[in-house]
C-alpha cells in the first residue's frame, strides 16, 4: 500500500468516526443546539468524499470546500427561517428531513458531474463517462447497504449471546448510539473504499442493469393497461385509493429508471426486435399523461385545503419527475431517441438543482409558501377561524409562520385575535415536550376539555374537575390519547352504579368511555375511578341519541339502542 492509499485510508475512516459521532448525537438530543446542526453536510459531504475518494488530490478537496460551503449557505438561511423572536428559541422547530432528502437526491445526481471533471482536467467529456459515474457510485451504494445489513445482523446476534450467557452489558454498551452509529459508518465507508478498489464492481453493475432493462417492456404493458383502463373505471376510483398521486409517480420513477437500463449512455439498447424497442418507447409516451394526472391530483388537493410544506414537497416531486417524463417523450416524438437520452438527463438534473436552489431561498421556500397561502385562505373565508391551526403555524413553520399570526393579530376578526392570543400564550418548551411525548401544554389541555361538550344539556364541568382531567392528561394518561380538539371529548352526568343517590360522570373520548363516581356536594373531592365502557364512540354524535340504563352490577347504559357494558 503507497502513502497515498495510506493517508487516504486514514481520512476516509477519520471522516466516518465524525460522521458517526454527530449523528449519533444528534439522534439522542431530543432538544438543544443539536437539533438544528446541519445535517445535510453531516451526511453528505463524508459520503461524496467516500465515492470520490479514488480522484484523491487537490481538486477532490476542492470539491468538498465547494459542496460544504453551497450546504452551509442552504443551511444558514434555513436556520434563519426557521428562528422566530416570537418563539425566541429553537426548543421547537420543524424537522429537518425534507431538506435532507431534496438535498441529498440532488447532490447524489449531480456529483457524477464532478467526478468526470476532476478525472478528465476538463469539463469536456461524453455523457457516457458522466451515466457510468453515477452508476458506480449507485452500486457501491447499493452493496454498501448489503454490508451493513449483514453488520447489523452480527451485531444483534452478538447481542442476544451476550444477553444468554448473562452478560447484558455487553449488548447495552454495543447498542448504545454512540457506539453503534460511528461502527456503522466506519463499516460503510470500509465497505465503499474496499469496493472501488476491486475492478468486479463495474461488471456487477452492468449486470444488474442488464437484468433490469428486461423488465421494462412488462413495465410497459403495465403503464399502457393502466391508462388505458381509466376511461372505464374512471378517476373517481383512483382518487378513492387516497394514494394515486403516489402510485402514479411510483409509475414514473420506474419508467425512467429502467429505461436508462435498457439504453445505458443512448449509443444502443439492450432489446435486439423492433417489437420490444417499440413497447418501450410507447411506455415513454405514458409519461405525460402521468404528469397531468399527478398535477391535477395534487392540485385538487391544494384547492381543498390549501399549500402545506408536504403538498409542496410532493409537487415538487411531480414537476421534477414530469419534466423528466415530458423530455423522453419529445424525443421519441421527435424521434431524436435514444441519442437525446443524455441531454434530457442533463437538462433534468440541473433543472432539479435549480428548483432545490430556488426552495432553499425565499423565493419556494415551502415555509414561507404555506405560511402566506394558509393565511390568505384564512381571509378569504375559504377555511373557518376554528379550522386554522394556529399552534402548527406558530411552531412549525418558523419565521415565516409567525409573521403570519402577527398579521393576523393586527389585521383579522375578533374570532381570529382569540385564536392567535390563545397560540402565543402557549409556552415553547411545554409544546417541546408535547412533541416528544404527544402530551399538549396545559393551556391547550385546559382549553380542550373546558371547551367540551357536557350532558345533560345545560350542565358544566366544575372547575375542580376541569383541574383534575387537566393533570390526568399531563400524566400521559391513555385516556385522552391522540385527542387535538374538544369535538372528540364528551361528559356525561349519569347514575350507572346500582343504589339511590349514587352520582357517576362518564368521560366519552373515541377509543372509549370511562366511569368516574363524583360527589355532588363536593366537588373539591376528586373523580375515583369506577370502571371503562366497553364500546367504541363517536362523541359528536352520542348528544343525539338516546340514553338509558339497565341492570347489573353496574348499571348497563345503552345509547342509540345499542347496549355497552361496564367493566371494571
Known amino acids: 500500500m503507497n502513502n497515498i492509499d495510506k493517508k487516504r485510508y486514514i481520512w476516509v475512516i477519520i471522516s466516518a ?38 480522484h484523491w488530490g487537490r481538486r477532490l478537496v476542492n470539491l468538498l470546500f465547494g459542496l460544504t460551503a453551497v450546504l452551509l449557505i442552504f443551511w444558514l438561511y434555513r436556520l434563519w427561517s426557521w428562528y422566530s423572536p416570537a418563539v425566541g428559541n429553537f426548543e421547537v422547530m420543524p424537522s429537518q428531513k425534507s431538506d435532507l432528502i431534496r438535498v441529498s437526491m440532488t447532490v447524489f445526481l449531480l456529483i457524477p458531474f464532478f467526478q468526470c471533471r476532476i478525472a478528465a482536467w476538463s469539463w469536456k467529456f461524453p455523457y457516457s463517462e458522466i451515466f457510468f459515474q453515477f452508476c458506480r457510485n449507485l452500486f457501491l451504494l447499493f452493496q454498501a447497504s448489503i454490508v451493513i445489513a449483514v453488520f447489523w445482523g452480527l451485531l444483534v446476534t452478538a447481542g442476544l449471546l451476550f444477553d444468554i450467557v448473562g452478560l447484558p452489558e455487553v449488548p447495552f454498551v454495543i447498542f448504545n448510539p454512540l457506539i453503534s452509529v460511528p461502527l456503522s459508518s466506519i463499516t460503510i465507508a470500509i465497505s465503499i473504499s474496499v469496493a472501488i478498489k476491486h475492478p468486479g464492481i463495474d461488471s456487477l453493475g452492468r449486470w444488474v442493469l442488464s437484468v433490469l432493462a428486461w423488465l421494462l417492456p412488462f413495465f410497459s404493458v403495465l403503464s399502457v393497461m393502466f391508462l388505458l383502463c381509466l376511461p372505464y373505471s374512471g378517476l373517481k376510483t383512483l382518487w378513492s385509493t387516497g394514494q394515486a398521486s403516489t402510485l402514479m409517480l411510483l409509475l414514473q420513477v420506474g419508467t425512467l429508471i429502467l429505461t436508462n437500463a435498457a439504453w445505458l449512455d443512448g449509443t444502443k439498447s439492450v432489446f435486439r426486435t423492433p417489437f420490444l424497442n417499440l413497447l418501450a418507447k410507447i411506455s415513454l409516451l405514458c409519461l405525460p399523461f402521468y404528469f397531468v394526472l399527478c398535477v391535477y391530483s395534487v392540485g385538487l388537493r391544494i384547492q381543498q385545503y390549501g399549500l402545506s410544506t408536504d403538498r409542496i414537497h410532493a409537487m415538487f416531486l411531480v414537476i421534477v419527475t ?16 435514444p441519442s ?41 373565508n ?36 382569540k385564536g392567535v392570543a390563545s397560540a402565543m400564550a402557549v409556552n415553547a418548551s411545554e409544546y ?3 412533541l416528544l411525548n404527544n402530551i399538549p401544554p396545559e393551556s391547550i389541555r385546559r382549553e380542550i376539555i373546558s371547551a367540551a361538550k357536557v350532558l ?24 385522552f390519547q391522540n385527542i387535538e380538539t374538544s369535538n372528540e371529548i364528551l361528559f356525561m352526568f349519569a347514575n350507572v352504579e346500582r343504589g339511590e343517590g349514587n352520582s357517576d360522570l362518564i368521560l366519552f373520548t373515541q377509543n372509549s368511555g ?13 373523580p375515583e375511578f369506577l370502571g371503562f365502557v366497553n364500546g367504541f364512540f363517536e362523541p359528536s354524535e352520542i348528544s343525539s341519541q338516546e340514553f ?8 348497563d347504559i345503552k345509547i342509540g339502542g345499542e347496549t355497552y357494558q361496564i367493566l371494571k
Not at 414530469?322 to 431517441?337: E, H, I, N, T
Not at 443524455?342 to 423565493?363: D, E, K, Q, Y
Not at 409562520?401 to 398579521?407: K, P, T
Request: charged letters at 20%; glycine letters at 8%.
Open 322 to 337: 414530469g419534466f423528466w417524463g415530458l423530455g423522453y417523450a419529445g424525443a421519441v416524438l421527435l424521434r431524436k431517441w
Open 17 to 54: 468516526i465524525i460522521q458517526g459521532l454527530l449523528l449519533a448525537v444528534y439522534a439522542v438530543s431530543f432538544t438543544g443546539p443539536m437539533k438544528f446542526a446541519p445535517m445535510t453536510v453531516i451526511f453528505l459531504v463524508p459520503f461524496v468524499f467516500w465515492l470520490s475518494q479514488e
Open 382 to 417: 375559504e377555511i373557518l377561524p376554528d379550522e386554522f391551526d394556529y399552534i402548527y403555524t406558530r411552531f412549525h413553520l418558523g419565521r415565516y409562520g409567525n409573521q403570519v399570526l402577527e398579521a393576523l393579530a393586527r389585521d383579522g376578526s375578533e374570532e381570529v385575535k
Open 548 to 555: 338509558s340504563t339497565s341492570e347489573p352490577e353496574f348499571l
Open 456 to 479: 345533560p344539556e345545560g350542565s358544566k364541568l366544575p372547575e375542580e374537575y376541569i383541574d383534575y382531567f387537566v393533570e390526568e392528561w399531563g400524566g400521559n394518561s391513555g385516556t
Open 340 to 380: 437525446a437520452i443524455g441531454r434530457v438527463n442533463m437538462a433534468s438534473v440541473l433543472f432539479m438543482a435549480v428548483i432545490v436552489t430556488l426552495m432553499n431561498s425565499p423565493i419556494l421556500d415551502p415555509y414561507r409558501l404555506a405560511a402566506f397561502n394558509q393565511a390568505q385562505r384564512l381571509q378569504n
Open 514 to 526: 370511562t366511569v368516574y363516581k363524583i360527589n355532588n356536594e363536593n366537588s373539591s373531592i376528586k
Open 432 to 434: 417541546a415536550v408535547y
